[in-house]
């Protein structure tokens, strides 16, 4: 079963920021929080992942609370094209190990 | 240049076939997955490979038959085909190194009729 919950789904006005919020109570010490997307009928697409200290990259920024309870995501200026469905992921990092994917948050960006 | 390429992209088969999914990378990852997409688009792991080497297997029935036979490639044999086997599979590979990233292909969407 995923560890993780969110909501089943938002909405964003395009060029705004879209913040898909995570929670994840149960992670363990070790475990990282990863977020993958899924746009219509294609693979998965890896977005993000930390352990601890907030990240950024060019896709999304990863906000990470001090008690690792819960997350969020952030897209900064959100377009039609960044609909799609985002999950977010807890596990073990260096493992190779599976993605355990929950329901994700479907997330549309609307004009 | 493609990363993760499946064949086909779409198959359509009756029910008692047996049929084949090719899955190729070509990141120079050693682990490799196959994952289930139901019609509620739940995702699910079936399979993993390391170096040809079986090492995930998610109580999936043995009609389901995964075959290495590179660490490039991991195909997806089906025997005795379901109607409850229609889904899109997808095929990723692994870099198992510090960001632990998996990379998916495009899917399979399997139609048992």
């Known amino acids: 079963d995923a560890k993780t919950t969110q909501p089943p789904s938002m909405d964003c006005a395009e060029g705004r920021a879209a913040n898909l919020p995570c929670n994840h109570s149960?992670?363990?010490?070790?475990?990282?929080v990863y977020w993958y997307r899924q746009i219509h009928s294609q693979g998965p697409q890896y977005i993000i992942h930390?352990?601890?200290n907030n990240e950024t990259n060019e896709m999304a920024s990863l906000i990470i609370t001090e008690d690792r309870k819960s997350s969020t995501l952030i897209l900064p200026h959100a377009t039609l094209r960044d609909t799609a469905v985002y999950y977010c992921?807890?596990?073990?990092?260096?493992?190779?190990?599976?993605?355990?994917f929950g329901q994700g948050t479907e997330l549309s960006v609307k004009p | 240049d493609t990363a993760v390429s499946q064949t086909p992209k779409y198959l359509v088969t009756q029910m008692g076939n047996d049929k084949s999914i090719k899955c190729e990378q070509n990141?120079?990852?050693?682990?490799m997955y196959w994952y289930k997409q139901d019609s509620k688009k739940f995702l699910k792991i079936m399979f993993s490979?390391?170096?040809?080497?079986?090492?995930i297997n998610e109580t999936v029935p043995n009609r389901f038959s995964p075959k290495s036979p590179d660490k490039a490639h991991l195909n997806l044999h089906i025997n005795s085909l379901e109607l409850g086997d229609s889904a899109v599979y997808f095929c990723?590979?692994?870099?198992?190194?510090?960001?632990?990233?998996?990379?998916f292909g495009p899917g399979t969407r399997l139609t048992v009729l």
């Open positions: 990723a590979s692994g870099d198992r190194g510090l960001s632990d990233t998996q990379y």
């Open positions: 149960t992670i363990s010490g070790n475990e990282y």
């Open positions: 930390g352990l601890k």
């Open positions: 992921i807890v596990r073990l990092n260096n493992q190779g190990g599976k993605l355990i």
């Open positions: 990141l120079g990852h050693d682990t």
């Open positions: 490979y390391n170096n040809k080497e079986l090492i």
